[in-house]
């Protein structure tokens, strides 16, 4: 069983950069994929980028390509979410979670297999 660990989320003004963290415990199998998802109040829960975690191939909503980055770590068993020029609209919860088979870009938070606990991120304006 895999259990995600979220961290790096905080307070910026908007223009500015957080980096995410999710730590995976147990391995991912070579179909595996993470995905970073986000939760604003009133809101439903939304995909904003996922990555192959054997493979490195990468997908974006289209509200944060240009913007944000998600990429993995091997030796760390890391998946990050590098997120700039951030915008008072990116204001959410994050959350990683895995799927355990995908196929391309995974924006459907249904079929997630586990998931991390969650990290605030707050833009200013």
């Known amino acids: 069983q895999v259990h995600l660990v979220e961290s790096g989320g905080g307070s910026v003004q908007a223009g500015g950069s957080l980096r995410l963290s999710c730590v995976l415990s147990?391995?991912?199998?070579?179909?595996?994929?993470i995905g970073w998802f986000r939760q604003a109040p009133g809101k439903e829960r939304e995909g904003v980028a996922s990555i192959y975690f054997s493979m490195g191939n990468t997908y974006y909503a289209d509200s944060v390509k240009g913007r944000f980055t998600i990429s993995r770590e091997h030796a760390r068993n890391t998946v990050y979410l590098q997120m700039s020029s951030l915008k008072p609209e990116d204001t959410a919860m994050y959350y990683c979670?895995?799927?355990?088979?995908?196929?391309?870009?995974?924006?459907?938070?249904?079929?997630?297999?586990?998931w991390g606990q969650g990290t605030q991120v707050t833009v200013s304006s």
């Open positions: 147990g391995r991912a199998s070579s179909s595996a994929c």
């Open positions: 979670a895995m799927r355990l088979r995908c196929s391309g870009f995974w924006s459907n938070p249904a079929s997630a297999d586990a």
